[in-house]
């Protein structure tokens, strides 16, 4: 009699934690094809683009899980990658492999960057800038919490970017810089279809493609997001593809560096 209760007590389990993980599943979200701002009708550029960030995504901490397949310099890696953000503070991220066995992970804040390396018992610990090294001098920390939200770089809605419709899309275009010229394309509802920066003279560029989007809560965002940087002597392509998404949880950051490790290179 025991064993049978503990049975159905199993059986049970099993059937809450299927239901539990169906409801957790990310559904595609068909994204409007016609101009939800129709009746909103700025006067100017400033008023254009205060209605263009409104429809950003706002929050206090954001997680996902994401399958990922990473591409450096032609070595091509699949992995999942655990995200945390603390917006505007720190980004940490985990990254295990097929196995399960977490190989790397990393605290970027703005001003730093820190690597674990579990598989070779090494670390890396540098300045932000380390990284234009492989994204160009454009990118920054508010550029890569962008884009990993879909959200628009805050930095291209500036008094200085030209409008434009492009069917029920919008352009965003101008400079940065003097030397960096960048687009970004809207769809109807002013979510980030992709955004492209350029800077011939450094030879450094950055195309982000937002595909399908999803629905976390009352937040619509990209499920699929697609990034390619090129910087000299340096190619990176990462497709990331989210399986879960959760805004505003209290969220833990883990993250030391054992003493036996090394640092890199």
């Known amino acids: 009699m025991r064993r049978n209760i503990l049975n159905k007590i199993a059986l049970l389990a099993l059937?809450?934690?299927?239901?539990?993980?169906?409801?957790?599943?990310l559904v595609e979200v068909q994204r409007p094809t016609k101009d939800s701002t129709a009746t909103v009708k700025p006067n100017n550029v400033a008023e254009k683009l205060a209605v263009i960030?409104?429809?950003?995504?706002?929050?206090?901490?954001?997680?996902?899980?994401?399958?990922?397949?990473?591409?450096?310099?032609?070595?091509?890696?699949?992995?999942?990658l655990n995200i945390r953000i603390n917006r505007d503070q720190k980004i940490w991220i985990s990254i295990t492999a097929i196995a399960g066995l977490e190989v790397a992970r990393a605290l970027i804040t703005p001003d730093s960057i820190q690597?674990?390396?579990?598989?070779?018992?090494?670390?890396?610990?540098?300045?932000?800038?380390?990284?234009?090294?492989?994204?160009?001098?454009?990118?920054?920390?508010?550029?890569?919490?962008?884009?990993?939200?879909?959200?628009?770089i805050g930095e291209l809605l500036n008094p200085s970017a030209k409008l434009s419709p492009e069917g029920t899309n919008t352009l965003v275009a101008g400079n940065l810089q003097g030397a960096i010229v960048y687009k970004l394309l809207l769809g109807p509802d002013l979510r980030v279809t992709q955004t492209n920066l350029v800077n011939q003279d450094a030879g450094q560029s950055l195309e982000v493609t937002n595909r399908v989007f999803t629905q976390a809560g009352d937040r619509m965002l990209p499920s699929q997001i697609d990034i390619n940087s090129t910087a000299p002597r340096n190619k990176v392509v990462a497709n990331l593809r989210y399986t879960q998404l959760e805004f505003d949880k209290v969220l833990e950051y883990p993250f030391s560096i054992p003493k036996s490790y090394q640092p890199a290179d």
């Open 15 to 25: 059937l809450v934690t299927a239901a539990s993980c169906k409801s957790k599943k």
């Open 53 to 80: 960030r409104s429809k950003q995504i706002t929050f206090n901490t954001f997680s996902g899980k994401a399958k990922a397949k990473l591409a450096v310099n032609g070595d091509e890696n699949d992995c999942t």
């Open 115 to 152: 690597v674990v390396n579990r598989f070779q018992n090494i670390y890396l610990k540098k300045p932000f800038s380390y990284v234009h090294r492989y994204a160009g001098s454009q990118v920054n920390f508010k550029t890569i919490q962008s884009l990993l939200l879909g959200n628009a």
